[in-house]
């Protein structure tokens, strides 16, 4: 069982940053791949970033690219997601989650969720 906390969501204007938090913990992460999606109101849930824990190798939506950076913290076992260049279409709830073995951009790969953190972006 991978327990997975987020934070650091919160209300900003277009073109400001924010940095999103996920710590894990309840299991050794070396062999998982933990990633963010989001959920903006009226959508489904989409992918947004992913990274392998034991290599750091990241993947990126399309929308994201360039203006987002997803990284980890081995040692203290948690994930950060480095908004910048936020834009009102980002508004969404923010959710971390955790696979056993290779990255996968599908939410239905992924066995541990966290809560979420709402993220919204005034234009």
């Known amino acids: 069982q991978v327990k997975l906390v987020e934070s650091g969501g919160g209300l900003v204007q277009a073109g400001d940053s924010l940095t999103l938090s996920c710590a894990a913990s309840?299991?050794?992460?070396?062999?998982?791949?933990i990633g963010w999606f989001r959920q903006g109101p009226g959508k489904e849930r989409e992918f947004v970033s992913t990274?392998?824990?034991?290599?750091?190798?990241?993947w990126y939506a399309d929308n994201v690219k360039g203006r987002f950076t997803i990284s980890r913290d081995t040692a203290k076992d948690t994930l950060y997601l480095q908004m910048n260049s936020l834009k009102p279409e980002d508004t969404a709830v923010y959710y971390c989650?955790?696979?056993?073995?290779?990255?996968?951009?599908?939410?239905?790969?992924?066995?541990?969720w966290g809560q979420g953190t709402q993220v919204t972006v005034s234009s």
């Open positions: 990274i392998s824990w034991l290599s750091g190798n990241t």
């Open positions: 989650a955790a696979k056993n073995g290779v990255t996968a951009v599908v939410s239905g790969r992924y066995d541990y």
């Open positions: 309840g299991r050794t992460l070396t062999n998982y791949a």
